[in-house]
């Protein structure tokens, strides 16, 4: 999902008074380290999540989830940290920590009253990386991990990391039908990675009884999936939605951010019962990603889509300032339908304001 802003960060601290209302936006959006960035609307305002992160900041240090607010996508400040480490599930080899808590995104669901349902991938005592759900009366946590396994752990596969919860277009109702998408964690036997995709229970808290749907594997032929080695595609990070009408979906996904080769495509998927099926790269993605670096955004990547207040479409996304930096920080750019299945994106922009409002236009410089 997605962000914007006009923020200068300090360097050092961290502040916790919210800026004014900005008209425009300027990546990075929040100037420190957030992987894997979600973005959830909640009311008027948005919270952002992000793998862990260490700002050295005094009382705040290490923070398993860093959860940020902001009232108009542009000025972003520190709420605290969405899953504590006591809050874990007891599945969760804490030995392996800091360092492993990754990728997190939040459902609301209904029982009597709301509540808010947290994914996150951990490690297992196995060291599988695999994907847990904890739940918070607030949106912002803190969240608790009652379980004693993994929500998913395809160990055959070396675990699953990256879940993302999408609902099926039309559903209605306090708990719409929901489903999760996520990446199966191949690579750590060097092998070609692929993304599934599964029916939630209404709760949110677990998976429907059947097999999860392959949406799509990495590619070792198209050159920006490719990794190191000439056999082996490494595909993550899936963010799945309709597109306009709910005949079809549309999967966003990177290749891999470790091999310094980041970048971001897309695939136009069959609504089958709303589930996304047969998914297929749109024309021109074996020549060139929709989503390439450029100079202050290096390897982007981790990308959720989301809808503003208006219901325009919003990318949030990491990027590295340089390619020697190790910090991913947060960026937020516009996207919008340019044809029924097909998507225009600004992304990326660096440095120079953009304004907030599009006034029913669509971004036309960046990705294709």
Same mark, same amino acid.
């Given at each position: 999902?997605?962000?914007?802003?006009?923020?200068?960060?300090?360097?050092?601290?961290?502040?916790?008074?919210?800026?004014?209302? @900005?008209?425009?936006? %300027?990546?990075?959006?929040?100037?420190?380290? +957030?992987?894997?960035?979600?973005?959830?609307?909640?009311?008027?305002?948005?919270?952002?999540?992000? %793998?862990?992160?260490?700002?050295?900041?005094?009382?705040?240090? +290490?923070?398993?989830?860093?959860?940020?607010?902001?009232?108009?996508?542009?000025?972003? %400040? =520190?709420?605290?940290?969405?899953?504590p480490?006591?809050?874990?599930?007891?599945?969760?080899?804490?030995?392996?920590?800091?360092?492993?808590?990754?990728?997190?995104?939040?459902l609301?669901?209904?029982?009597g009253?709301?509540?808010?349902v +947290?994914?996150?991938?951990?490690?297992?005592?196995?060291?599988?990386?695999?994907?847990? =759900?904890?739940?918070?009366?607030r949106?912002?946590?803190?969240?608790?991990?009652?379980?004693?396994?993994?929500?998913?752990?395809?160990?055959?596969?070396?675990?699953?990391?990256?879940?993302?919860?999408f609902?099926?277009?039309?559903?209605?109702?306090?708990?719409?039908?929901?489903? !999760?998408?996520?990446?199966? /964690?191949?690579?750590?036997?060097?092998?070609?990675?692929?993304?599934? $995709?599964?029916?939630?229970?209404?709760?949110?808290?677990? !998976? /429907?009884?059947?097999?999860?749907?392959?949406?799509? /594997?990495?590619?070792?032929?198209?050159?920006?999936?490719?990794?190191?080695?000439?056999?082996?595609?490494?595909? /993550?990070?899936?963010?799945?939605?309709? %597109?306009?009408?709910?005949?079809?979906?549309?999967?966003?996904?990177? @290749?891999?951010?470790?091999?310094?080769?980041?970048?971001?495509?897309? $695939? =136009?998927? *069959?609504?089958?019962?709303?589930?996304?099926?047969?998914?297929?790269?749109?024309?021109?993605? *074996?020549?060139?990603?929709?989503?390439?670096?450029t100079?202050? #955004?290096?390897?982007?990547?981790?990308?959720? =889509?989301f809808?503003?207040a208006?219901?325009?479409?919003?990318?949030a996304?990491?990027?590295?300032?340089? #390619?020697?930096?190790?910090?991913?920080?947060?960026?937020?750019?516009?996207?919008?339908?340019?044809?029924?299945?097909?998507l225009?994106?600004?992304?990326?922009?660096?440095? *120079?304001?953009?304004?907030?409002?599009?006034?029913?236009?669509?971004?036309?410089?960046?990705?294709?």
């Open positions: 999902m997605a962000l914007a802003g006009g923020l200068a960060l300090p360097t050092a601290g961290v502040s916790a008074t919210p800026p004014a209302r @900005s008209d425009t936006y %300027t990546n990075p959006v929040f100037g420190r380290n +957030l992987p894997d960035p979600f973005v959830l609307r909640h009311g008027a305002s948005y919270l952002a999540y992000g %793998t862990n992160a260490d700002w050295v900041d005094g009382p705040g240090g +290490l923070r398993n989830i860093p959860v940020l607010r902001s009232d108009d996508l542009a000025s972003w %400040t =520190v709420v605290g940290d969405a899953l480490a006591a809050n874990l599930g007891r599945w969760v080899d804490q030995t392996k920590l800091p360092g492993r808590i990754w990728a997190p995104s939040v609301r669901r209904w029982y009253r709301p509540y808010w +947290l994914y996150y991938s951990a490690p297992t005592t196995a060291d599988d990386q695999c994907i847990g =759900v904890a739940t918070a009366p949106p912002a946590g803190p969240f608790v991990d009652r379980s004693a396994a993994p929500m998913i752990c395809q160990t055959e596969r070396d675990g699953s990391i990256d879940a993302s919860p609902l099926a277009p039309g559903s209605t109702g306090r708990n719409p039908q929901a489903l !999760l998408t996520w990446k199966s /964690e191949d690579n750590v036997a060097l092998n070609t990675t692929s993304i599934w $995709a599964q029916r939630l229970l209404p709760s949110g808290l677990g !998976l /429907e009884p059947s097999e999860p749907t392959l949406l799509l /594997e990495g590619d070792p032929t198209i050159a920006w999936e490719r990794s190191l080695l000439p056999d082996f595609a490494l595909i /993550e990070g899936p963010t799945v939605f309709p %597109t306009r009408g709910g005949k079809r979906y549309l999967l966003i996904y990177s @290749s891999g951010f470790i091999f310094g080769t980041a970048a971001i495509g897309y $695939a =136009v998927c *069959r609504n089958t019962d709303g589930l996304p099926t047969r998914c297929r790269r749109v024309p021109g993605a *074996r020549q060139a990603p929709w989503v390439t670096e100079t202050g #955004a290096q390897g982007p990547g981790g990308q959720e =889509v809808a503003d208006d219901g325009d479409l919003w990318m996304y990491h990027a590295r300032p340089t #390619a020697e930096d190790q910090d991913r920080t947060l960026r937020v750019d516009q996207v919008c339908f340019r044809s029924r299945r097909r225009a994106t600004n992304a990326p922009t660096v440095g *120079r304001p953009v304004a907030l409002r599009r006034d029913g236009g669509c971004p036309s410089a960046g990705g294709r």
